[in-house]
């Protein structure tokens, strides 16, 4: 595990490049917390849509206390709905940006199941405080404003219905040819079947935005339904070096089960919501950014997720669309397995599509579209790195992966794509609403 978290730290930081002088020192560079974050991550195999929430609620922490001592920072009150107001801490005098690196572990370390992991890491950014020569009674005062925000952020998290969920009858795949069934070779239950009763952050609900309807359900071999499968089958026996690579790179399968006679062998991966998280803080840190404009970004990046899973997770289950693994084995070719492993939960729309754009859109707004950047995020995982000219080409890129890996089929990529660029820019327009303006021109 150690070994992991040196080599995904090292692996994280050597492509970000600078202009001028370093904004923001290495102990408060944002790269930390997150990857630390991930690696809990990783360990407990949290799902897609659960990660989003641990960071939107991670990063929520950090920002509350930037907005609260940096005038020109919107407050999250302006585009947060229902955003509490938050008592400030009993010290009145600490820096705030120490206190918003804390705040981040400790939300997450209260929140994750094995979040107690998280406190060596508060350990040792408290002494790499000190090594920086930070006080002692600055450390303590930053520290005791940090626990005392995000204790309150911890509050406003469980009035999003998270706490209902295990309360919800056990899932149970419908009935009927058209609809998703477990894929081998795990066979696993189905993945947060409930997530859209989840209180969204920004968006005004689970069903905002909807894509048209999928092609609908077919047998026959002349129909347009079997027309997309037998494009799958295609496109996955004849994949290039190239294509081969993409899907891999955009694999972001928390937990892919491979078999060994009567053994299964699990293989843990960051998750979509780590690899974009990580996207943005190698961004923040290539921009040169001040901390304050870190936060702002590294967090409009996580509610835009939060909520962009929801509303997908809302449309997966509505339509409960069977996958191109279950349908090709049935009634066009038994053997045949996709390239990546078949996640556990409907196929219409394209989670990695919707998350991609969304968290691309935002970026976009905050970074510009003409951001370049060389991603090895997945570096760890064996694979990459990856360089782009725009965070929309990389989730164009990150869409198509998945008919590459053989796990969608062409339009829940393409409606996917629209259902995320429709869920950024909505957050976008909140954003702007409030007062949030671009940080790189």
Known sequence: MKRLVLLFISCLSFTASFAGKKQVPAYLELQQPVNA?????????????????????????????????????????????????IKPPAVKSYDHRIAAVYAIYETAKN????????????????KQLLKNKIKQQDIDNALQAAVNVSSQIIGFSKIDNYSKLSAKLRYTPKKGEQYWYPTPPAYMEAVEPHWNSIRPLIADSAGQFKPKPPVEFSKDTTSRFYALAKEVINVSANLTPEQTNIADFWDCNPFA?????????????????????????????????????????????????MDAFICCWDEKYLVNRIRPETYINRYMDITWKPHLQTPPFPEYTSGHAIVSNSCATVLTFLLGDHFAYTDDTEVPFGVGPRSFTSFMQAASEASVSRLYGGIHYRDSIDEGNKQGVAAGNYIVARLKQAGVKPVVN
Do not use: C
Request: proline share 5%; aromatic share 10%; hydrophobic share 45%.
């Open 37 to 85: 974050i991930n690696l809990v991550m990783i360990h407990d195999v949290i799902s897609p849509p659960v990660a989003a929430r641990y960071y939107a609620y991670a990063m929520l922490s950090a920002y509350q206390l930037v907005a609260k001592n940096d005038k020109e920072m919107v407050k999250p009150a302006a585009f947060i709905k229902s955003f509490p107001e």
């Open 111 to 126: 929140m994750l199941p094995s979040g107690f992991m998280l406190q060596d890491d508060e350990n040792a950014f408290t």
């Open 257 to 305: 089960v491979t078999t060994s006679g009567h053994m299964a062998i699990g293989f843990k991966k960051i998750s979509p919501g780590g690899h974009w998280m990580n996207i943005g803080t190698l961004a923040v840190k290539q921009a040169n950014l001040n901390f304050d404009q870190s936060v702002l970004v590294i967090t409009s990046e996580a509610i835009t997720m």
